[in-house]
């Protein structure tokens, strides 16, 4: 039985380890805009039946629980959650707030191909062309494209998603283009690639795509953006507690080690 304690409480380690990664990143991206912060899932192993449960005893009545022996815990998976970060009001022409469902639509690289990447962040500029892009290590550009003229005084979002600009010599608005938001029918499968970036796979389900405000899709709030949801008290609550549990399983291994040293030495008499 000690040895099953050893590799039991190895696993354990071994789950709040990876637990403590992922409460690591999630504290590293606090203020990192549009960040989604991810959970750890946990799930037990195979069980050693000794005794199954309803088993005849000696009246020929069924014992009411068996003898069963767990083998430890593993990661069933990683979760994000969804749920709306807090708004920073920057006043900025080009930041973006989505209030409510959808996710921004731009375009990047992954292993040299071009494909379209989702997002939360809506901290967009202007490159040297005058096309919006992600404010990010990259520049991505936002899909579908929409160019800024050089000679632009102001920059108008509507909640619709519909982008205008007054040029010099114009007084009206002339609308560039318009957003298209995408959502989908599970978003905690999409691939997190890096940069505040989601790829689509098989789990997330293919891209719904619409226009703000269409079909259940949110709201566009200009000068405002969406932080992380990530808080920090709670994180470092779950911290402690995966500390304490990876202690816990510590001295578990300690206990078994000690008990099989006992064994061992009985052995020599």
Do not use: C, W
């Amino acid at each position: 039985m000690a040895v099953l304690a050893l590799h039991s409480a190895a696993t354990g380690m071994k789950a709040q380890d990876t637990k403590l990664d992922v409460l690591a990143n999630n504290l590293a991206n606090v203020n990192t805009v549009g960040f989604k912060r991810s959970r750890v899932n946990f799930e037990d192993l195979l069980y050693q039946i000794k005794r199954e449960p309803g088993t005849p005893n000696a009246q020929n009545e069924p014992v009411p629980h068996g003898i069963q022996v767990g083998l430890g815990v593993s990661i069933a998976g990683t979760q994000q959650s969804f749920i709306p970060g807090s708004v920073d009001r920057t006043e900025e022409p080009l930041d973006m707030r989505i209030d409510g469902e959808g996710f921004f639509q731009v375009q990047t690289i992954q292993d040299g191909a071009l494909i379209t990447a989702y997002t939360r962040n809506g901290n967009f500029t202007r490159n040297s062309l005058g096309n919006i892009v992600l404010a990010n290590s990259e520049g991505a550009l936002l899909e579908p494209a929409i160019t800024i003229p050089p000679d632009t005084l102001d920059i108008a979002i509507g909640n619709n998603g519909e982008i205008s600009v007054r040029q010099q010599g114009n007084p009206d608005l002339a609308i560039q283009g318009t957003l298209q938001l995408a959502r989908f029918v599970n978003p905690e499968g999409l691939e997190q690639i890096g940069q505040n970036l989601f790829a689509q796979t098989v789990a997330s389900g293919p891209p719904v795509i619409a226009q703000p405000q269409t079909d259940g899709f949110g709201a566009i709030q200009q000068g405002q953006l969406e932080m992380s949801n990530v808080d920090p008290v709670r994180e470092l609550v779950q911290l402690i507690l995966t500390q304490r549990a990876f202690e816990i399983n510590s001295q578990t291994i300690q206990s078994a080690d000690e008990a099989l040293q006992v064994v061992a030495n009985l052995r020599r008499f």
